[in-house]
């Protein structure tokens, strides 16, 4: 039975080695395959020896014999594992876009990031529902991570390089893509739904709600951020506005707020006499502290 084995495992390698049906092409499927003959073959040998009255010691060693084998492949198996994660992560270009604020940077993974909408993580207590922002935040210096359509806007702090968080930067997401793992692991919290139309909106607040969703948030991300709808007080005509992204604590985010967002909304609906910004938690606490915000 031990020399049927090795004859069986032999010519079972030979055939996936040199052209035979089980190398169509040679690949780890089909010498998964080929050790799977190989056992099965084993198994009803042992069975039929067992059957003709042979003791059990037969069938315990060609079923030892078959593990024994089979040990340097499951080895070679996890090793083409490690090669072709490795190989996906090296087939990742991840580019790099500036912004009008120099604390933020646009990385384009080369695939999509936002199937619709966007998302905004101002600190990492909001990252806990998105494994990548998550990990971005783990590196010392990221302050702020927000998702677009295809790029991932990254914000830092003041005292730290770009130069030092870019590899690091990219590994993470390298890292993020190969794992196969969800962008949200709630699919509830996935894109924000601030321009979306309620049967109980005003006719005002439907037309804004459009022009900020078709004309100006387009425009917004293409530097790398967002602007999210607050709210529109009919007594002062007053549309509330947050900003996210590299808009958020970008110096020219006041002239985008007044003399881009605030003029075309006054121009399309009467009903609008200003847009005023709302600010996040730590915005509101870095104005109080008295560090200028814009």
């Known amino acids: 039975m031990k020399y049927f084995g090795r ?8 055939s996936c080695n040199n ?3 089980l190398s169509k092409p040679y690949n ?4 998964v395959r080929g050790i799977y003959i190989y056992r099965r073959l084993l198994f009803s040998s042992s069975s039929t020896e067992q059957s003709s009255g042979l003791t059990g010691s037969t069938s315990l060693k ?3 014999l078959g593990l024994s084998q089979l040990n340097p492949f499951r080895g070679r198996f996890r090793k083409l594992n490690r090669m ?3 190989l996906h992560r090296r087939s990742m270009f991840i580019q790099t876009q500036s912004t009008p604020n120099p604390a933020s940077l646009m990385f384009y993974p080369g695939k999509s990031v936002m199937d619709t909408g966007s998302a905004d993580f101002p600190n990492a207590r909001s990252a806990m529902s998105s494994p990548l922002a998550k990990t971005l935040f783990g590196i010392d210096g990221i302050t702020r991570v927000f998702y677009g359509s295809d790029f991932v806007t990254v914000t830092k702090s003041e005292d730290t390089s770009w130069d030092f968080l870019k ?7 390298m890292d993020f893509y190969s794992s196969g793992q969800p962008l949200f692991l709630d699919s509830d919290s ?10 109980d909106d005003s006719e005002t607040v439907a037309m804004i709600k459009e022009l900020l969703e078709t004309r100006i948030r387009p425009a917004v991300q293409d530097d790398g951020g967002d602007i999210e709808y607050v709210g529109f007080d009919q007594d002062t005509g007053i549309v509330k506005l947050r900003m996210q992204g ?3 604590g970008c110096p020219s985010s006041s002239v985008t707020l007044k003399s881009g967002i605030e003029n075309m909304l006054m121009h399309y609906v009467p009903e609008v006499k200003g847009v005023e910004q709302e600010l996040d938690e730590e915005d509101e606490s870095i104005s109080l502290s008295g560090a200028p915000h814009e």
């Open 19 to 21: 052209g035979g049906f």
């Open 167 to 173: 590899p690091e930067i990219f590994a993470a997401m």
């Open 28 to 31: 780890s499927h089909t010498a």
């Open 246 to 248: 590299a808009c958020s």
């Open 84 to 86: 072709l994660s490795s």
């Open 7 to 14: 004859f069986v495992y032999r010519a079972v390698l030979s």
């Open 190 to 199: 996935a894109a924000s739904m601030d321009t979306s139309i309620h049967e």
């Open 62 to 64: 060609s079923s030892s």
